[in-house]
């Protein structure tokens, strides 16, 4: 079917628009939806709807969930998404901070946002020696996991942490990691006024990790930086003040190049 406006012959495809119809109708604020709900939005009829639902989950671009039954969007989409991703001012900005404190740490450094109520990593700069961080870019984790979901949940209002946590509750990642929802709480408190966090292998056996948070124009946490240190590497003891300085610094560059104003 060809359509004509005033300048341009746009070409529709009726497949094509209904199931980009399907995907327009999740949101942040619908973010899980039957089959019965694409329906009623769509105005498809249920037999047309699950034939195309049927495709765009076996391209990736949809998921179900075998206990609800409800789709929710798929990889395929961050997949693509993350070359847009590299576009975006955050992964700009910090770009060029983070190869820069890689180098003087030695360290492995990542970039991490709250996307849908989870830590996903958007940068990484790999550090030296034999330990490597499992967390490479687009992957995610709980938003309590580690360093970064830390600093990224200190930064919510104490409802929706609560919310979050009950989403996904608290686990042993190792041995040193907490799991007492009071004791997180208070953890989550000390981020908050010390600006940073300190975890000492709390994600990862072996690895102590520091991270702070990024700011932009609005002033929000939109972003944590952290770097991954193994321990014992080097003498942590004395060198870490110093450390922790670094990171901070960093992440406060890449905040001003966000539009963050230190007032």
């Known amino acids: 079917m060809k359509l004509k406006g005033p300048q341009v012959s746009i070409y529709k495809v009726q497949a094509l628009e209904r199931a980009l119809d399907i995907l327009d109708c999740f949101s942040f604020q619908n973010k ?3 089959l019965s709900d694409v329906v009623y939005r769509t105005g498809l009829n249920k037999t047309t709807a699950k034939r195309l639902i049927s495709n765009l989950t076996a391209r990736g671009y949809l ?3 075998p206990q609800t039954k409800k789709y929710v969007l798929g990889m395929r989409l961050f997949e693509l998404g993350g070359i847009v991703f590299s576009s975006f001012s955050l992964r700009q900005a910090a770009a060029y901070p983070m190869t820069n404190l890689q180098s003087e740490t030695g360290a492995t450094v990542l970039l991490g946002i709250r996307m849908e109520d989870q830590l996903v990593y958007i940068d990484k700069r790999e550090g030296q020696g034999m330990i490597r961080i499992s967390s490479d870019i687009g992957w995610r984790r709980p938003l309590h996991y580690g360093m970064l ?9 104490p409802g929706d942490v609560k919310r979050i ?3 996904y509750p608290l686990e042993a990642h190792t041995p040193f990691s907490l799991t007492n929802e009071n004791a997180f709480s208070l953890r989550l408190e000390k981020i908050r006024d010390q600006g940073y966090v300190l975890e000492k292998e709390e994600a990862v056996e072996g690895v102590i990790g520091i991270a702070a948070p990024i700011r932009d124009y609005t002033r929000q946490v939109v972003a944590a930086l952290g770097i991954a240190l193994p321990v014992g590497s080097r003498n942590l003891t004395k060198e870490l003040d110093g450390i922790i300085e670094l990171v901070r610094k ?5 905040s001003s190049d966000l539009g963050y104003l230190k007032i």
């Open 165 to 167: 946590l009950k989403k």
């Open 32 to 34: 899980e939806l039957s």
């Open 250 to 254: 960093t992440c406060d560059a890449i």
């Open 63 to 65: 998921q179900q969930d």
């Open 149 to 157: 979901g830390m600093v990224l949940l200190a930064s919510l209002e």
